[in-house]
């Protein structure tokens, strides 16, 4: 009864978001599973209903973040353009969105560099790419674009968002706050890239 009532209050959701941000101020070395349970109020043996150990926590948070980002990444897909983007430039801009305002998850995905975890993100970043990559050679082909037969575009692109964010993400400016900047950026990008390639 007393587990049960346990499974319930403090539920994986609860334990992965406190654990997230723990894993960005602390990094993973810096904590356990007893100071997630101390964070939240909770002995660390509860958590063990949920999690065998502390790498299975991270890998949950990792697998759950880049799974909402493949998402938003396949909703650019479904929705009528936008005027003055291209679906290639929507996708990038939701790339940013998403990296701006969930920057503990970004950080998490991309930024950590902790050689015991190392391995856990670059499995799933490599599925994140490749999805990118899928849907903007889709997006070019229905464009009839000149850059849908080279490969290296994809990669430009994704490298180019990424130093974006990692630039705005310190000062935890929300994507709002540089929507105008963000779709400078993007726009820049995307002819940059153009007459690199073309």
């Known amino acids: 009864?007393?587990?049960?009532?346990?499974?319930?209050?403090?539920?994986?959701?609860?334990?992965?978001?406190a654990a997230r941000h723990l894993f960005i101020t602390k990094g993973y070395r810096g904590i356990s599973m007893r100071s997630i349970g101390q964070h939240l109020g909770y002995s660390h043996g509860s958590l063990y209903y949920h999690f065998k150990e502390k790498a299975e926590l991270f890998y949950a948070i990792v697998v759950q973040d880049f799974n909402h980002l493949t998402l938003l990444c396949e909703q650019v897909t479904k929705h009528p353009v936008v005027d003055g983007l291209t679906k290639t430039e929507e996708l990038m801009l939701e790339f940013i969105k998403f990296g701006l305002d969930h920057p503990h998850q970004y950080e998490i995905m991309f930024m950590l560099r902790d050689e015991e975890i190392l391995s856990y993100c670059r499995a799933e970043q490599?599925?994140?790419?490749?999805?990118?990559?899928?849907?903007?050679?889709?997006?070019?082909?229905?464009?009839?674009?000149?850059?849908?037969?080279?490969?290296?575009?994809?990669?430009?692109?994704?490298?180019?968002?990424?130093?974006?964010?990692?630039?705005?993400?310190?000062?935890?400016?929300?994507?709002?706050?540089?929507?105008?900047?963000?779709?400078?950026?993007?726009?820049?990008?995307?002819?940059?890239?153009?007459?690199?390639?073309?």
Do not use: W
């Open 126 to 198: 490599s599925k994140c790419f490749d999805k990118f990559k899928t849907i903007v050679q889709r997006f070019l082909k229905e464009e009839q674009h000149p850059l849908q037969q080279n490969p290296s575009f994809p990669l430009s692109m994704f490298l180019g968002i990424h130093g974006f964010i990692s630039f705005y993400i310190q000062d935890r400016l929300t994507f709002d706050e540089i929507m105008p900047a963000a779709v400078g950026h993007v726009k820049m990008l995307s002819q940059s890239i153009y007459r690199l390639t073309s």
């Open 1 to 17: 009864m007393a587990r049960r009532a346990v499974e319930q209050e403090l539920s994986r959701e609860r334990i992965m978001d």
